[in-house]
C-alpha cells in the first residue's frame, strides 16, 4: 500500500514537472554561455537557402516582437499626452506635447501612495513567508523519510489541479469567520502558504548531492542545522526564484485583494487603478496610463534584473506560483 | 503495510528494535515539525475550504450564515439554470480556442528561439514581459486598443483593406475572441519557457541523423522532436485546460461577462452568485461542477499520457 502510495507520487510528480533533462537544459538556457560549436557549423554550410530561411526568421521575430511589446510602448507614450489625445482620431502614437505634468498629478488625484504602501507591504511579507515555510517544508519533503510523508506531498501536488476559484467562496466565509476578511492579513494567509514554494524548493533539493547532508549528520549536525547551514546557502538561486515569482505574483493580485479588501484604505495598487477605471465616467485615461506605467514600472525592473531566476523558477517547477 | 510488519516483529523484539522505533519515531517527529508551519497554513486555507465547498453546496447556505441541508436541490436548480448553461459553454469554447492557439504560438515561438540568432535573448525577454504584467493595465490597454472607432487594431484592419473590421469587446461574436487573443499574448512567454526547456532535451545526434537520411524540416519536426517533446506536451495541455477552464481575473477586467453574457465564464457565474447575490450554497454547487471538470480532465489526461507512454 504505502509502496504503491509512493510509486503513484512519483510517477504523478515527474508527470507534473517539466522533466530533469529540461531543468539541466533549461539552466544552461538561463546562464546563456554560448556554445561555441554550432557558430562553425552554420558558417560552413551557409547556403542561399539557409540564408534566406535565415532572414525569414528574423523577420518573423520583429513582427512578434513588435506585436508583444506595442501594448506597453502605447501605454507609456499616452501616459505623455494631455487627456483628450489619447482617443485622437487617426491614431497618433507619439503625443503632440509631452505632458510631464501626468506623472505629478496622478499622485494627487488618487491614493497611489496609499494603494503602492499596501502592496510593498503584502508583497514583502508574503514573499518572506513563502520563502521561509516552504524552503523549510520543501527539506521535509526532499531530506526525511518518515511515515505520511508521500501522502502529504501527494495532497499537495494534487492541489494543482484544484483552481483556487472552486473554493474561493469556502474560504471566504472561513476568513470572515475568523475576522480577518477586510484586513491586510486576509491576503498574507491567501498567499503566503502556497503549495507552489514547497513544490519549487523541493525539486532543486533534490538536486543537491544526498551525501552533503549525510556528512553533516554524521559529523552530529541537526536536521535544522542541516537546513540552516548547508541546505540554505547551497539554493540560493532557488531562493531567489521563489522570491521573485512571489513578490511579482503579489504585486500582481488582483483577485484576493478584489475579494478580500472592501475598505478603500486597504486597496492594492491593482484594485486602486481599477477603480480609478470605473469610479469617474470621464476617466482621464492619460493619468491612468501614467498610473499604471508606474504600478508596471517596478516589475519591470525586477524582471529584468532577474529573468535568469524566473525562467529557472519556472523551468523548476513548470509552475507559475 | 508498514504498522502490521512493526507488529509481527513486536512478537519476538530484538534488542536494537526499540532503540530502532525510537528513532523512528524521532525521525517522524521532526519530519513533521519542518512540514508543519506551511501544513497548517495550507491545511486551513486550502483543504479545509475545498472539504467544506461539498458540505456548501448541499445547503442553501446565505448571507446570514444560516444553512439547512437541501440535499441535491443546488445541482438540480444549476441544470435547469440558463446562465450556468451559457457560462459552461462558454468556458469550453474560451478553452478550445485558447489552448490549440496557445500551444502553436508558444511552440513556434520557442521553435524560432531554439536557433542560434542574434538577439535570441532580447525576444525571450520580449516574450516574457506581458507575463509578469499586472492584469489591470492589460484590460486598459487592450480595451483601447480594441476600440472599434478610436482602436489602432481597427485602423490598422481598415488600412489593410478590410471595411467592416469587428466590433470586438463590443459585440456579442468577437467578445470571447478577443479575450481569447490578449489571453494567448499574455500566456505565450510562459508556454514558451516550457516548450524552450522541453526542446533541449531534443538529442542533437537524432537530428543530424534523420537530415542524413533525408528528412526534410517538416518531416524531421513531426518525427524527432514532436516525440521528444511528449513529456512537455502533457503538462502543457494540463496546465492550459486547468488555466483555461478557470479563466476568471482576465474576463472580469475584460468585458465583465458582457456583453449581454457572451463571455459569462464559470468563475464569474460562481463570484456572481456567491460575493454578488450571497447565494453562497448555489454558487458552491457551480463551484464543485468546476472543481471536478478540472480533476476529470486532468486524470483523464493523465491516464491517456500513461497509456501512450508505456
Redesign the interface.
Known amino acids: 500500500m504505502a509502496e504503491q502510495i509512493e510509486k503513484d507520487a512519483e510517477l504523478l510528480v515527474s508527470d507534473f514537472t517539466a522533466p530533469a533533462g529540461a531543468r539541466r537544459g533549461l539552466r544552461k538556457l538561463a546562464e546563456q554561455t554560448p556554445e561555441p560549436q554550432p557558430q562553425v557549423a552554420y558558417t560552413e554550410k551557409m547556403t542561399p537557402g539557409r540564408r534566406i530561411a535565415r532572414i525569414a526568421m528574423y523577420v518573423g521575430l520583429v513582427i512578434f516582437a513588435i506585436g508583444l511589446l506595442a501594448p506597453f510602448v502605447w501605454m507609456v507614450l499616452s501616459s505623455f499626452k494631455s487627456a483628450n489625445e489619447v482617443f485622437s482620431v487617426p491614431v497618433k502614437w507619439l503625443p503632440e506635447t509631452w505632458v510631464w505634468q501626468n506623472y505629478i498629478d496622478i499622485w494627487t488625484e488618487s491614493n497611489m501612495l496609499v494603494w503602492i504602501r499596501n502592496t510593498l507591504f503584502l508583497a514583502v511579507v508574503v514573499t518572506f513567508l513563502q520563502v521561509l515555510t516552504g524552503s523549510f517544508a520543501a527539506y521535509g519533503f526532499a531530506r526525511m523519510r518518515f511515515r505520511g510523508r508521500d501522502v502529504l506531498f501527494l495532497l499537495y501536488v494534487g492541489t494543482i489541479a484544484v483552481p483556487w476559484q472552486s473554493y474561493m467562496i469556502p474560504q471566504f466565509i472561513l476568513l470572515s469567520n475568523f475576522k480577518v476578511s477586510n484586513t491586510l492579513w486576509s491576503i498574507i494567509l491567501l498567499q503566503a502558504f502556497g503549495a507552489f514554494g514547497v513544490f519549487l524548493m523541493k525539486q532543486f533539493y533534490e538536486t543537491i548531492p544526498e551525501e552533503l547532508s549525510e556528512a553533516a549528520r554524521l559529523d552530529g549536525l541537526s536536521e535544522y542545522a542541516i537546513w540552516r547551514r548547508i541546505m540554505l546557502p547551497l539554493s540560493i538561486p532557488a531562493l531567489a526564484s521563489l522570491t521573485l515569482l512571489t513578490f511579482v505574483n503579489t504585486w500582481n493580485d488582483y483577485l484576493g485583494p478584489l475579494i478580500y479588501l472592501r475598505n478603500p484604505d486597504l486597496w492594492t495598487i491593482q484594485l486602486g487603478l481599477k477603480g480609478f477605471v470605473s469610479n469617474l465616467f470621464d476617466t482621464n485615461y492619460a493619468l491612468l496610463f501614467a498610473g499604471l506605467t508606474i504600478s508596471v514600472i517596478p516589475i519591470a525592473i525586477i524582471f529584468l534584473l532577474g529573468q535568469k531566476y524566473f525562467v529557472e523558477g519556472i523551468a523548476t517547477s513548470g509552475l507559475k506560483g | 503495510?508498514?504498522t502490521i510488519t512493526a507488529t509481527e516483529a513486536g512478537t519476538a523484539p530484538p534488542p536494537v528494535r526499540p532503540r530502532r522505533s525510537k528513532l523512528?519515531l524521532r525521525?517522524?517527529l521532526?519530519?513533521?515539525?519542518?512540514?508543519l508551519?506551511?501544513?497548517?497554513?495550507?491545511g486551513?486555507?486550502?483543504?479545509?475550504?475545498?472539504i467544506?465547498?461539498f458540505y456548501?453546496s448541499f445547503t442553501n447556505?446565505n448571507v446570514f450564515?444560516k444553512a439547512d441541508w437541501v440535499g441535491l436541490a443546488n445541482f438540480q436548480r444549476l441544470i435547469g439554470d440558463g446562465s450556468f448553461r451559457i457560462s459552461v459553454l462558454n468556458t469550453l469554447y474560451y478553452s478550445a480556442l485558447h489552448i490549440p492557439l496557445t500551444i502553436l504560438v508558444s511552440l513556434g515561438?520557442a521553435l524560432?528561439?531554439n536557433?542560434?540568432?542574434r538577439?535570441v535573448?532580447?525576444?525571450?525577454?520580449?516574450?516574457?514581459?506581458?507575463?509578469?504584467?499586472?492584469?489591470?493595465?492589460?484590460a486598459?490597454?487592450?480595451n483601447?486598443?480594441f476600440s472599434p472607432?478610436?482602436?489602432?487594431i481597427n485602423?490598422f484592419l481598415r488600412f489593410i483593406g478590410i471595411q467592416n473590421p469587428p466590433g470586438w469587446l463590443t459585440s456579442p461574436e468577437w467578445a470571447m475572441p478577443a479575450v481569447v487573443i490578449v489571453g494567448t499574448?499574455r500566456d505565450m512567454g510562459?508556454y514558451m519557457?516550457?516548450f524552450?526547456?522541453?526542446?533541449?532535451?531534443v538529442p542533437r545526434e537524432l537530428h543530424e541523423a534523420a537530415r542524413v537520411d533525408g528528412a526534410n524540416v517538416w518531416q524531421r519536426f513531426v518525427n524527432v522532436t514532436l516525440p521528444c517533446l511528449r513529456?512537455?506536451m502533457?503538462?502543457v495541455t494540463?496546465?492550459l485546460t486547468?488555466n483555461s477552464?478557470?479563466i476568471?481575473?482576465l474576463i472580469?477586467?475584460m468585458t465583465d461577462g458582457g456583453p449581454g453574457q457572451s463571455t459569462l465564464v464559470?468563475?464569474q457565474f460562481?463570484?456572481r452568485k456567491?460575493?454578488e447575490e450571497s447565494q453562497?450554497g448555489y454558487?458552491?454547487a457551480a463551484?464543485?461542477a468546476?472543481?471536478f471538470m478540472?480533476?476529470i480532465v486532468?486524470i483523464v489526461q493523465?491516464l491517456w499520457?500513461?497509456k501512450r507512454s508505456s
Open positions: 503495510m508498514a523512528r525521525n517522524t521532526i519530519g513533521w515539525s519542518f512540514i508551519p506551511n501544513f497548517i497554513g495550507f486551513l486555507l486550502t483543504l479545509i475550504p475545498i467544506v465547498l456548501m447556505w450564515g515561438l524560432l528561439l536557433n542560434k540568432l538577439g535573448a532580447f525576444f525571450r525577454t520580449a516574450a516574457f514581459f506581458p507575463y509578469i504584467t499586472s492584469i489591470v493595465a492589460i486598459v490597454v487592450w483601447l486598443l472607432e478610436y482602436g489602432p485602423e499574448w510562459y519557457i516550457l524552450l526547456a522541453g526542446l533541449q532535451t513529456p512537455t502533457f503538462f494540463v496546465m486547468i477552464f478557470k476568471f481575473d472580469l477586467v464559470m468563475s460562481i463570484y456567491g460575493f453562497f454558487a458552491s463551484a464543485v468546476l472543481f478540472c480533476i486532468t493523465f499520457n500513461k
